[in-house]
């Protein structure tokens, strides 16, 4: 029962520096998003995607890109890393919007 | 903007008694409700949801209620346990937008 899965879940990045959140999920789920988390803050969306090919931007989204090319994956792009981006990743689906959200475990990102 | 608001950044309660756990809205469209628990380096679990045809819904230890003229929701956890230590957040959407939008959480620490 794998559900959402994100690597790497941990890694540091100097400024600069560009890298990939991996996310995939198992459930055939329609919907998938990203989400990061500043400390004591709440959750803020980066982007999501109603499907494959097609994604669009959240409240957040300065910084990263996207893309959607399966149903199963959906990376997350980050361009010159900046300590602003220090933060915690989440992925995570949904069948459908305004469903119920199912999250991943988290990537905890460090830019120094 | 924040549309949905958790104003109590933290809740500390005795073991066995009653959690409260608040959370506002301020957008009329918002018709589903959903409750998340996360623990420290975990990513969100899903516990429990609500639609706005209903003022509440039920499980075990859990009650949501919402009241729909206040735009306000809460979630009623009795009896506490030690185990319910950890942040709660509440998420808002409607069931023709494609993303759920968050509170910045409450933090419930339950004393043995």
């Known amino acids: 029962n794998a559900g959402v899965t994100q690597t790497p879940k941990f890694r540091i990045l100097k400024i600069g520096q560009s890298m990939t959140l991996q996310c995939t999920q198992d459930?055939?789920?329609?919907?998938m998003y990203w989400y990061r988390q500043d400390p004591g803050m709440g959750l803020k969306l980066i982007y999501y995607?109603?499907?494959?090919?097609?994604?669009d931007k959240g409240e957040v989204p300065n910084g990263y890109n996207v893309s959607r090319s399966t149903t199963e994956d959906f990376p997350l792009r980050l361009e010159l890393a900046a300590p602003s981006q220090t933060s915690v990743y989440f992925c995570?689906?949904?069948?459908?919007?305004?469903?119920?959200?199912?999250f991943g475990e988290g990537s905890w990102l460090t830019v120094v | 903007d924040q549309q949905v608001k958790q104003n109590s950044p933290s809740l500390s309660v005795q073991e066995g008694r009653i959690s409260i756990l608040n959370c506002d809205y301020t957008?009329?469209?918002?018709?589903?409700f959903l409750w998340y628990k996360k623990y420290p380096a975990e990513g969100p679990t899903f516990l429990i949801s609500?639609?706005?045809?209903?003022d509440k819904n039920e499980d075990g230890r859990f009650t949501v209620f919402l009241n729909k003229s206040a735009k306000h929701l809460s979630l009623h956890i009795v009896p506490s346990q030690p185990g319910d230590s950890a942040v709660y957040f509440c998420?808002?959407?409607?069931?023709?937008?494609?993303?759920?939008?968050f509170g910045s959480g409450t933090k419930l620490n339950v004393k043995p």
């Open positions: 957008n009329s469209m918002f018709d589903y």
């Open positions: 995607s109603v499907g494959a090919g097609i994604t």
């Open positions: 995570a689906s949904s069948p459908s919007g305004g469903n119920t959200i199912y």
């Open positions: 609500i639609s706005s045809i209903k």
């Open positions: 459930m055939n789920h329609n919907y």
């Open positions: 998420a808002a959407s409607a069931r023709n937008f494609n993303k759920f939008y």
